[in-house]
Every structure is written in C-alpha cells, then in structure tokens.
C-alpha cells in the first residue's frame, strides 16, 4: 500500500493566484514528520516546508503553507500568490520510523505550472 | 550551491560499461543515501549509510554496489546495466539516520543506459 498519496499528477495555476496541492499518508507511528520538496527540471530537491506530527500549528515558510490535517491523514501544501518560478514537480514526503533510525519516504509527485 | 555535490550531472552508459557516481557534502552530515527516482515512479531508497556503515539496502541488485569511504564521500558503482536502469539518482544527507533535522540532497545524476 502506498504510504504517500498525491492525488494530482498535474495542476495548472494563474500566475499571482493560490494553488493548493494534495496529500495523504498513512502512518500507524505517532512521532513523524511531513517534509514538501519543490523538483525543478534540474533536478535538485529543494526543501520547502516541514510538519511535525506533535507541531499543533500548521508550518509556514513564506509564501508556502501547510495545511495539517492530523485525524485525516492530509498534509497538503499551500503556495500563495503564484509565480512563474513555482512550475516544477512537488513532493510530499514523510519521515517514519522508530528507534531513531528513519525512512524518508516520498510521494509519485504533482506537476506544477504557473500560467501568466 | 546546494551543500551535496553530484557528479557527474549527466552520463551515457552502454551495458558493458562500468562507470561511477559520486556524492560528497561537507555538512557534517554522517548519514547518506542513494534513491532512484524513475519516470512516473516515485523516489525509491536504495541504500543507506551512517558514519560510512551501510544500514540499509533496499533489494538493490548487484549489478549497483555502493561505497562510502567516509561520512562525506558516497559512490555508487555501476557495472553491467540494464536500459531500465535509466533513471535519475539522487544523492541525499542527514545530520543521522533519524532524519529529525532534515534532509539535504543534490542536484542528481542523469543515467542513461543504451
């Protein structure tokens, strides 16, 4: 069973408009954390926002939000104002584990692209 | 400047062929990993080291051997590929295998097997 959900393999988005991207998790550990990472077509992944599963308020991190959503297992990413820059892949990712020794594992990913 | 190094960015491989990927970060980060990331697939962990042992092997074939000489310096050895082994590999870091403060990867390598 897949441990990372993302719904949306791709969005479209006009540019300065707010964009919200979906993902789900299942998890049966009670300590994990919930990262998003943005892929340009260069292939870096570049960290943008991390959740904690005891964190009570939702991240933010500039024009990036998250909207956590514990009992329903959701942790989808919210990109304010839109801009051309934002077109890539996003991931939705989760660390679990125990012991301290964890996995991080990601998502199939949503193609992003911003329209002018 | 990403603060995990890749190299090379892109390589072409024939099936014969034995080549290397490199990985060096100087985070004094003591865990490493290797993913896969195919098309339409998500990321696949491949391996996974902490202060140069590896904990984690993911069912990878042989035909993909890793080593970490040290905590900064990951490769991955590539001898007798298949055309289905193209794919981007990503190399990432963390401070320790808890992951608890965060991940740091590269900007990947672009195999192409033929």
């Known amino acids: 069973a897949q441990k990372i959900t993302q719904t949306q393999p791709g969005m479209f988005v006009q540019e300065k408009e707010a964009v919200t991207l979906d993902c789900t998790y299942d998890t049966s550990d009670q300590s994990y954390g919930l990262f998003w990472y943005k892929q340009p077509s260069s292939g870096e992944m570049i960290f943008l926002i991390y959740q904690g599963s005891y964190d009570e308020q939702n991240a933010t991190e500039g024009r990036y939000s998250l909207n956590f959503q514990k009992a329903r297992k959701s942790a989808n990413l919210v990109i304010s104002a839109s801009q051309l820059g934002d077109s890539a892949m996003y991931f939705c990712?989760?660390?679990?584990?125990?012991?301290?020794?964890?996995?991080?594992?990601f998502g199939a990913g949503t193609r992003l692209a911003v329209h002018p | 400047e990403t603060g995990v190094t890749q190299t090379p960015r892109h390589l072409v491989m024939g099936m014969t062929n034995k080549k290397s990927l490199k990985c060096e970060q100087h985070?004094?980060?003591?865990?490493m990993y290797w993913y896969k990331q195919s098309a339409k697939k998500p990321l696949e962990l491949m391996f996974v080291?902490?202060?140069?042992?590896?904990?984690e092997n993911n069912s990878v074939p042989s035909r993909f051997s890793p080593e970490c000489p040290n905590s900064s310096h990951l490769f991955l050895h590539l001898h007798t590929l298949q055309p289905e082994d193209s794919a981007l590999y990503l190399c990432?870091?963390?401070?320790?295998?808890?992951?608890?403060?965060?991940?740091?990867f590269g900007s990947g390598t672009r195999l192409t097997v033929v």
């Open positions: 985070l004094g980060h003591n865990a």
């Open positions: 080291y902490n202060f140069k042992e590896q904990t």
């Open positions: 990712a989760m660390r679990e584990g125990a012991g301290g020794y964890n996995k991080l594992i």
């Open positions: 990432a870091s963390s401070q320790d295998v808890s992951g608890l403060d965060g991940y740091t």
